[in-house]
């Protein structure tokens, strides 16, 4: 029996997205905040097993889940995300890249994700850069006068409403 070059390329095709040494997944994008999950690689089935792994031994779904922050994840700016995915007993940390893409003949639009586990250092300056924008925002946010000097009597870190009561605000303005 001859194998179609249809079939072949099909099977050629399904043997590379398997050999993708990162976790990949295809999503089928419904709306724009709303993603339905369709198929992912060996390396994506691997991370989904762990993560519905559950110490009561009952297995949860999470392609709900990963579809939300996937879909949020692309909807708000085009750098690469980092997202923190419970594994089990243990938690990972993932930089997530998300790309979309169209099928001849198709009218669906869909977006191919990969996630890239990230080293422990990587893991801690992530950790590291959120905890400063969490601090900022809430610095810059609060109506109170804020600031800390140094030992050498400098500021070091002043708020934005500091800023304007000082009369510093439309000097330091990019």
Do not use: C, W
């Not at 095709?13 to 295809?26: E, G, H, M, N, S």
């Not at 905040?33 to 992912?40: A, K, P």
């Not at 779904?61 to 939300?68: N, T, V």
């Not at 950790?127 to 924008?133: N, P, Q, W």
Request: net charge negative; no cysteine; aromatic share 6%.
């Amino acid at each position: 029996m001859a194998v179609s070059s249809k079939e072949a390329s099909d099977r050629l095709k399904r043997a590379a997205f398997d050999a993708v040494p990162l976790a990949t997944a295809i999503f089928r994008k419904e709306r724009a905040d709303r993603l339905v999950f369709l198929d992912g690689n060996s390396e994506f089935d691997v991370l989904l097993q762990e993560s519905s792994k559950t110490d009561q031994g009952a297995a949860i779904r999470p392609g709900a889940a990963l579809s939300k922050l996937v879909a949020a994840s692309l909807s708000t700016t085009s750098e690469p995300h980092t997202v923190s995915v419970q594994l089990g007993e243990h938690q990972g940390a993932f930089r997530l890249r998300g790309r979309p893409f169209s099928v001849p003949d198709d009218p669906a639009e869909y977006v191919v994700v990969q996630l890239r586990a990230l080293t422990e250092q990587e893991s801690t300056e992530h950790d590291l850069h959120s905890t400063i924008r969490q601090l900022k925002d809430l610095l810059d946010n609060s109506t109170a006068l804020m600031y800390t000097k140094d030992l050498s009597g400098r500021y070091v870190i002043v708020n934005d409403y500091e800023l304007v009561v000082a009369g510093l605000a439309a000097m330091l303005a990019p």
